[in-house]
C-alpha cells in the first residue's frame, strides 16, 4: 500500500469511528428520552435497561452509518483543503480521484458489510429488541405509595396512606380495600401505623399493622340485599403479605414476534410475500363467489319468454318492455325488496372487505420495502460517500462546523425523501420500487456532478470564482450608473 493511501485512510478512519459513535449515542438518546416514561417506576434490573439500549443502538446502525460516512469523509477532504495538503498532492501529479480510490474501495467494503448486517443480523437484533421493549412496556409500575393517594399498583388491592417517615418505611394512617373477591369495597382495614419491609429474596413486601380494624360486609347470604350484615374486628397488630411476582418482568415468548417483516432476512421475505399474495389472492377469490351468490334472481315468468325481443345498440337480445312489468302487483313488492336488502347486504359487505383487502396489500407493500432497503443501505454509504468526499474538497473547511451544518442539510434531505417514499409506497400510491430507492436516485445525479467538478477542479463551485463575477458585476454595474 503506497504512504499516500495509507496517510489519507488513517485521515479518514478517525472521523469516521468519532462520527459514526456520536450519532449512534445520539440516536439512543433520541430512544431513551422517547420511552423514559416506559422504563422508570418499574424496578428493572440495571442489565435489562443495558441490555435494551445495546439492542437499540445495534438496530439504529442503518440508520447512523450513513450520515457518519457523509459526516467523515465531508471532514476528512475538508481538512486536507483547509490545510492545503490537497493542494500539495495535485502540485506533485496526483489527481483527486486518486486521493479518493482508497477512501471509495473503503466505502465500497463498508457498503458490502452493511448488507450482510442488514440480511443476516438486523433482523435478529430486531427481533430481540422489539420483543423486549414490548415486555417493558407491559411491566406495571412497581408499588409507588405516595401520601394521600390510592395506590392500585398491586391487583385485588387499594392502599392509601395518610403520612410517611423519611425512610419511607414507617406508615401512618393506612387504608387498605381488598378487591381480590371482585364483589366491590366490601373488605377494608385501616390501621393508625404500620411499617412496609421486603424479604430478603424480594418476592413479597410485608405489611405490619398496629391499632386498627378489620370491616368486611358478608354478601354471600341469599337475601344479602335486604339484610348486609356488617362485621367488624380490631387488632393491635396485624401482619400482611404481598405477592410481588407481578411486578417481575415476564418475557413474551420470541416465536410471536418472528414473523414480523422486520424479523425476516431476504429469503424469509420472499416466502412471506408469497404466502401473502396467494392469501390475498384466495381472499379476493372467496369475494367474488360471495358477491355472485348474494344476486337474487327473478321467479320464473312465462310472459318474458313469449315477449317481443329487439336488438340493442349493443347487440344484446332485450324484451321491449321493462322487465317488471311482466309481474304484477304483488311479485313486484317482493322483487324490489329483495333487490333492496340484497343491496344493502352488499354495500355492508364491500365496506368490510375494503379494509382487509386494504390491510392486506399494505403488510405485503410493507414486506417489500424491508427487502429493497436491505439494497438501499448499502446504496447510500456509497452515494453519500461521493457526495460528501468532492464537497470536502471544494469549500476546503475542515472540522465540525460547516461539515455538520452539510451533512444535516443534506442527510435530511435524503430522510425526508426515504420516508416519503416508503409511506406513499406502503398504501400504495407508488411502486414499491419507486418509493423505497427513490432518495438514491434523486441523490446520485448529485453526488455524480459533485465528483465530476471537484476531480475536474471546475470552477463552478468555487467561492472564489463566484465572489469574482459578482465583484465584476457590481462593479460593471456602478460604472453604468456614473455614465
Known amino acids: 500500500m503506497k504512504k499516500l493511501h495509507k496517510f489519507v485512510l488513517k485521515a479518514y478512519l478517525g472521523p469516521l469511528s468519532m462520527t459514526f459513535f456520536i450519532v449512534l449515542f445520539v440516536l439512543v438518546m433520541q430512544f431513551l428520552w422517547k420511552y423514559i416514561d416506559d422504563l422508570v417506576g418499574k424496578g428493572l434490573e440495571w442489565y435489562i435497561v443495558l441490555k435494551l439500549l445495546a439492542y437499540a443502538g445495534a438496530s439504529f446502525i442503518p440508520l447512523a452509518l450513513p450520515l457518519a460516512i457523509l459526516l467523515a469523509s465531508l471532514m476528512t477532504f475538508g481538512n486536507l483543503g483547509e490545510h492545503y495538503e490537497l493542494v500539495s498532492m495535485k502540485a506533485a501529479g496526483i489527481s483527486l480521484r486518486k486521493i479518493m480510490k482508497p477512501l471509495a474501495m473503503l466505502t465500497f467494503v463498508i457498503g458490502v458489510g452493511a448488507f450482510v448486517f442488514s440480511n443476516n443480523a438486523l433482523p435478529y437484533i430486531n427481533l430481540k429488541f422489539k420483543s423486549l421493549l414490548y415486555d417493558i412496556r ?27 417517615s423519611k425512610d419511607s418505611k414507617t406508615l401512618y394512617d393506612v387504608m387498605i380495600y381488598d378487591h381480590t373477591a371482585k364483589q366491590g369495597n366490601i373488605k377494608e382495614t385501616t390501621a393508625k401505623k404500620g411499617t412496609l419491609t421486603t424479604t430478603s429474596d424480594k418476592k413479597y413486601i410485608i405489611f405490619t399493622l398496629f391499632d386498627g380494624h378489620n370491616y368486611e360486609e358478608a354478601v354471600n347470604n341469599d337475601d344479602y340485599r335486604i339484610r348486609r350484615q356488617f362485621q367488624k374486628s380490631s ?23 418472528k414473523n414480523n417483516y422486520m424479523m425476516l432476512n431476504l429469503s424469509q421475505l420472499r416466502l412471506a410475500i408469497d404466502s401473502l399474495d396467494n392469501q390475498l389472492a384466495e381472499r379476493e377469490d372467496n369475494f367474488s363467489k360471495r358477491i355472485i351468490s348474494r344476486y337474487r334472481y327473478l321467479p320464473e315468468n312465462d310472459s318474458i319468454q313469449k315477449a317481443e325481443i329487439v336488438e340493442d345498440t349493443a347487440n344484446i337480445a332485450v324484451p ?37 383487502f386494504q390491510d392486506r396489500e399494505e403488510r405485503i407493500n410493507s414486506h417489500w420495502i424491508t427487502y429493497h432497503k436491505t439494497f438501499t443501505l448499502s446504496f447510500a454509504c456509497i452515494i453519500l460517500f461521493f457526495i460528501g468526499a468532492p464537497l470536502g474538497a471544494i469549500i476546503r473547511k475542515g472540522g465540525l462546523g460547516l461539515p455538520i451544518f452539510i451533512s444535516v442539510v443534506f442527510f435530511v434531505f435524503y430522510h425526508i425523501i426515504t420516508i416519503t417514499g416508503e409511506k406513499s409506497a406502503k398504501i400504495g400510491e407508488l411502486n414499491v420500487v419507486v418509493g423505497t430507492w427513490m432518495a438514491s436516485v434523486i441523490l446520485l445525479p ?12 471546475a470552477p463552478i463551485m468555487d467561492i472564489e470564482s463566484w465572489q469574482k463575477t459578482l465583484k465584476k458585476i457590481f462593479r460593471f454595474k456602478n460604472r453604468e450608473k456614473k455614465q
Open 446 to 457: 448529485i453526488g455524480i456532478f459533485l465528483t465530476y467538478v471537484a476531480t475536474t477542479d
Open 138 to 164: 407491559q411491566q406495571k409500575l412497581t408499588l409507588s405509595l405516595k401520601e394521600g393517594i390510592f395506590d392500585s399498583a398491586l391487583d385485588g388491592y387499594s392502599i392509601r396512606v395518610g403520612r410517611k
Open 320 to 356: 321491449t318492455k321493462a322487465i317488471l312489468d311482466y309481474y304484477d302487483n304483488k311479485d313486484k313488492r317482493e322483487i324490489l325488496r329483495l333487490a333492496s336488502n340484497s343491496t344493502a347486504t352488499l354495500i355492508d359487505i364491500v365496506k368490510n372487505n375494503e379494509d382487509d
Open 235 to 257: 387488632f393491635q397488630k396485624q401482619i400482611i403479605k404481598f405477592d410481588l411476582s407481578q411486578f417481575k418482568l415476564t418475557r413474551t415468548k420470541e416465536e410471536l414476534f
